[in-house]
């Protein structure tokens, strides 16, 4: 059983109707791009089975404002269709991402433990995902020296991971310095 599993909360099943919609016809990692949405609230729910809806409903929407149509008041769009939290998870997650580089910190309060759930389970997802790509690639040396600006940022994954664990993220954190662990050792091959 998921946290997506039936029956749904309406909250989840209308992100989910949504993010589908929005998803249809765009990639994220060589992928489907709802299928890393539902990655990502899998791993939410296998860390944090009891996560409320609206923050399933944010980890669903997360990519939202890469994908959602251009007209769109995305920030009322949330806030109306789910609920205000869902809109400030969805807003951190970008800036995360956003501000994402070498010589930068991640910018999440240690109590948003919302945020923090979601970012690690993001990041558990995407990283887990590179090392798949990785090993099925024919040449894993040549796939990762195609990826410097990924590699460039593992230090920002490590003191994202240190303020997870700090944050009460323990588990996730754990399964991050694991991931990271593993990238080094396959970029470094």
């Given at each position: 059983?998921?946290?997506?599993?039936?029956?749904?909360?309406?909250?989840?099943?209308?992100?989910?109707?949504?993010?589908?919609?929005?998803?249809?016809?765009?990639?994220?990692?060589?992928?489907?791009?709802?299928?890393?949405?539902?990655?990502?609230?899998?791993?939410?729910?296998?860390?944090?089975?009891?996560?409320?809806?609206?923050?399933?409903?944010?980890?669903?929407?997360?990519?939202?404002?890469?994908?959602?149509?251009?007209?769109?008041?995305?920030?009322?769009?949330?806030?109306?269709?789910?609920?205000?939290?869902?809109?400030?998870?969805?807003?951190?997650?970008?800036?995360?991402?956003?501000?994402?580089?070498?010589?930068?910190?991640?910018?999440?309060?240690?109590?948003?433990?919302?945020?923090?759930?979601?970012?690690?389970?993001?990041?558990?997802?995407?990283?887990?995902?590179?090392?798949?790509?990785?090993?099925?690639?024919?040449?894993?040396?040549?796939?990762?020296?195609?990826?410097?600006?990924?590699?460039?940022?593992?230090?920002?994954?490590?003191?994202?991971?240190?303020?997870?664990?700090?944050?009460?993220?323990?588990?996730?954190?754990e399964r991050l310095r694991a991931l990271l662990v593993k990238v080094r050792a396959e970029?470094?091959?």
């Open positions: 059983m998921t946290i997506l599993a039936p029956p749904r909360h309406p909250l989840i099943e209308d992100a989910l109707t949504c993010a589908r919609n929005w998803c249809a016809g765009h990639e994220i990692d060589a992928a489907p791009a709802l299928r890393h949405a539902v990655a990502v609230a899998v791993v939410l729910g296998r860390y944090h089975p009891e996560t409320e809806p609206d923050i399933t409903a944010a980890v669903l929407m997360h990519d939202s404002p890469e994908f959602a149509p251009p007209t769109l008041d995305l920030d009322a769009f949330l806030t109306i269709q789910f609920s205000p939290e869902t809109n400030r998870i969805v807003r951190a997650l970008q800036h995360l991402h956003d501000t994402m580089g070498a010589d930068t910190e991640p910018e999440v309060a240690e109590d948003d433990s919302a945020t923090l759930q979601a970012a690690c389970a993001d990041k558990i997802v995407a990283i887990s995902s590179m090392l798949r790509r990785s090993r099925t690639a024919d040449s894993p040396s040549e796939f990762w020296s195609a990826r410097t600006a990924f590699t460039g940022i593992l230090g920002y994954f490590d003191r994202f991971t240190e303020l997870a664990a700090q944050g009460g993220e323990g588990d996730m954190a970029a470094n091959g």
